[in-house]
């Protein structure tokens, strides 16, 4: 180890995630694809039908086939419909991105660099973040926070303002920087870590470097610096240098793109990859695909000089009485038409209302010269999005470019939200919420709606301040088991928890998918608080406690591309929220792609998405066809598999399990032979909802196979998970222990002593507690 190396500040591995290791080990097993059985992949619908009806949708009527970018446009599209992996790409299949990118490092730059791209089992010292370099940063301290060895560092910015969020990192310590660095070491040792957000002189990358030889440090270089002007050319450091890359540096017509190219210290990589995961969900691969498609010049930028962009901003004089008159008209028609959805589809601001399908494309092309326009290119989508959920309030809504788990995550560690309640089986909300308060679930694995009232009272006796901080989250269709709410159960938690003047966050982001052969949506909690202030059973203000973050991911089968609404009626809580995601960078082809998407009328939108329940219903069948026809004498286990009540994930569950083997094993056993199961007991976090979840596996109806391929696989994995059990069940060994004898011990001995000892200090504390009272006067 070389003296720099032994500064580098170390961390602490990871514990990696359960389904993780399944999808690791069921993709490593040496099956083809054809016997390969991926129920554990949570990806949505992918079938050419549904596919060639998204095209469709998005072409609409006005068919701009013939315009340079549709080609892009579709293949973003169909890139977008799977999650794109972690870190960007997969290294047993390098793309011709990563290539291009390891290339310009190596041999284009004044000053050659290489970083493994991860070929032949190195690690990878190159991934992909989504958002621009601050939401990268983001990610990057939450390593930190989460991992580093030592107990606390030390951040300093040079060139750059980290306000925002210095105060959201409980073992990060923000310093400013001082005249004389060495300043820094006097006396205190912590690791420190300079992120740079602009160009070093060369003296000051010697300085760097000195105290980088002498003392724990690293550096994190946002200033999109060539190599040449990169601390990592200097001697040594190559180690100690995360650097973040926009699309700019390597063509600066790409600005407006918002892929992060992160090279450096693999070890961090993997973190960052891992974090990135668990915050943000994987990189956009709608932008991934953009980003690729211009750099290999599969698609020319070129946009149109005399594109006139956004509405015309010239305004002709003003006519006051016209003036007057519409504004009165207004008012009028507010009153008349109140908060209904026709009054909200036509008073919904949107910029780029006038343009068709081709002026679009062309706004989007012209981003590269005008990148601030982007922000016309957000309130447009946000636009036709609510026209299809007009349940939403503009004002109050706020686009994501990210997942759920991005918006959850503002809201948790930036927002003012940090005590949030949960049922057992749900997802990993404590990546999002510094605290969470785990209900167990009831035997049917259904929410305990007492337990999550009992819970709330006992925060508030305990703090009344609680409701300020604290938050109950609430997931249906349920993600891991498949079940609805029931509305009536629904309704009473909405009741209860507005009177308690508690908030509820609708992680919502199933809306209306079900297996079925109709589109029809349970209505959302907002909508039912919304019928129930109707009603007179809540008060007026109480919808504006209910928080909603909707994801666009298998609601629209637009999971890839990585976008969200959250309607925050709470004004500084929402102030809070934009001020952190107005720093995340949008993701363009991913808005372009949702705004065509929702441009169309409802109906035909309706019809996708019945097509889309169709499909997942045919998957369905085909399961429950394959258990059907399963003889009896090759499923002695008896083991039967539920359809979902929503969202798309049936429950296989043994009924007949043996004791003695456990259902994780199984999960194992089974992904070595290419079958991924995630075990239910993989979201458990409770002993009761363990004892729940200890006999059943969540699978899924996503991803591209068919109906037919599923029910050849679906009859292979039950014949397998069959005689697995009975092998495992054939090793249990049962030791039955004799029962226990208890010896009474003899105090005969000691007990007359013991007793005087106890008299002895009765005596003194009744003496002096009269003593202490007479002195008091009481």
């Known amino acids: 180890m070389s003296d720099t190396q032994s500064h580098i500040p170390r961390l602490n591995p990871l514990r990696v995630a359960r389904i993780s290791e399944i999808s690791e080990l069921t993709s490593g097993a040496g099956v083809s694809d054809v016997r390969r059985v991926s129920f554990h992949i949570g990806n949505p619908v992918q079938d050419v039908r549904l596919e060639g009806k998204t095209l469709a949708l998005l072409a609409g009527d006005e068919n701009p086939g013939e315009h340079p970018l549709w080609p892009l446009i579709v293949k973003a599209t169909s890139s977008s419909i799977p999650y794109a992996p972690r870190g960007g790409y997969r290294s047993h299949d390098i793309p011709e991105l990563v290539r291009i990118i390891h290339d310009h490092l190596l041999n284009t730059e004044r000053e050659g660099l290489e970083y493994h791209v991860g070929e032949n089992g190195d690690p990878r010292e190159i991934i992909f973040c989504s958002g621009g370099h601050f939401e990268t940063l983001r990610v990057f301290l939450r390593v930190l926070n989460t991992s580093l060895e030592a107990p606390t560092s030390r951040i300093l910015g040079i060139g750059t303002d980290l306000s925002l969020i210095a105060s959201d990192y409980e073992r990060l310590r923000f310093v400013a920087l001082p005249e004389n660095l060495q300043a820094l070491f006097s006396g205190d040792r912590s690791p420190i870590f300079f992120i740079i957000g602009r160009y070093l002189s060369e003296n000051e990358r010697k300085l760097y470097r000195q105290i980088a030889l002498d003392y724990p440090a690293m550096f994190v270089e946002m200033n999109d610096a060539p190599n040449h002007l990169s601390l990592a050319r200097e001697a040594g450091l190559r ?132 990148p601030d326009k982007i922000h016309d290119l957000e309130l447009s989508f946000l636009a036709t999005f609510l026209r299809s959920y007009p349940f939403y309030r503009q004002q109050e809504c706020c686009v994501v470019s990210g997942s759920a788990r991005t918006a959850l995550a503002i809201l948790g560690q930036h927002s003012g939200i940090q005590d949030v309640i949960i049922s057992d089986m749900s997802w990993n909300y404590e990546h999002a919420f510094p605290r969470c308060r785990t209900i167990p679930p009831l035997p049917d694995l259904r929410p305990d709606v007492t337990g999550i009232l009992n819970t709330v009272d006992a925060c508030l006796r305990r703090d009344p301040s609680w409701r300020d901080k604290g938050a109950v989250v609430v997931n249906t269709p349920h993600n891991a088991t498949g079940l609805v709410w029931k509305g009536e159960t629904l309704d009473f938690l909405i009741r209860e928890l507005a009177i308690r003047h508690i908030r509820i966050i609708d992680d919502l982001s199933y809306y209306g998918l079900a297996p079925s052969n109709h589109f029809r949506p349970e209505p959302s909690i907002r909508q039912r608080a919304l019928k129930l202030r109707e009603q007179g059973i809540i008060a007026d203000e109480a919808p504006d406690l209910i928080f909603t973050i909707h994801s666009l991911s298998k609601t629209d089968c637009l999971a890839g591309a990585r976008l969200a609404v959250a309607h925050l009626p709470h004004p500084k809580i929402r102030e809070r929220f934009q001020a952190v995601n107005q720093k995340i960078h949008p993701n363009p082809t991913a808005l372009l792609i949702g705004l065509l998407f929702y441009k169309n009328p409802l109906s035909r939108l309706d019809e996708s998405r019945r097509l889309r329940n169709r499909i997942l219903n045919e998957r369905m ?148 507690g009269m003593n202490r009272v007479r002195k008091r006067n009481l």
């Open 621 to 768: 069948k085909a399961l429950e066809q394959a258990q059907k026809e399963l003889p009896a004498y090759r499923n002695r286990q008896h083991i039967i598999i539920h359809r979902p009540e929503g969202a798309m994930y049936p429950r296989l569950e043994i009924k007949d399990l043996p004791p003695g083997v456990s259902i994780d094993l199984l999960a194992t056993e089974l992904a070595n032979q290419g079958i991924g199961l995630i075990p239910l007991t993989a979201f458990a976090r409770t002993s009761l909802g363990y004892i729940a979840a200890c006999k059943s596996f969540r699978l899924s109806l996503g991803g591209k196979d068919s109906a037919e391929d599923l029910q050849f696989k679906t009859r292979r994995m039950l014949i397998d998970l069959n005689r697995i059990i009975q092998i495992k069940a054939a090793s249990v060994r049962r030791v039955n222990l004799p029962p226990a004898t208890l010896r009474e011990p003899s105090l005969d001995t000691f007990r007359p002593q013991w007793e005087s000892v106890c008299r002895d200090i009765f005596r003194f504390a009744l003496e002096n």
């Open 239 to 370: 180690d100690h240098v995360i650097r973040f890359l926009s699309p700019a540096l390597f063509d600066p017509r790409l600005a407006f793109l918002p892929v992060v190219t992160v090279l450096g210290n693999s070890s961090y990589l993997q973190q960052i990859e891992t974090l990135h995961f668990e915050l943000k969900g994987t990189p956009s691969a709608a932008e991934i695909c953009t980003l690729e498609a211009f750099l290999t010049g599969e698609t020319e930028l070129n946009p149109d000089p005399d594109l006139q962009q956004g509405l015309d901003q010239s305004q002709p004089p003003e006519n006051t009485l016209l003036k007057s008159f519409w504004e009165r008209t207004c008012q009028s028609t507010d009153r008349i038409l109140g908060g209904s959805p026709l009054a909200k589809r036509h008073s919904l601001k949107d910029p780029l209302i006038s343009m068709n399908r081709t002026e679009l494309l062309d706004f989007y092309a012209n981003l590269s010269r005008q």
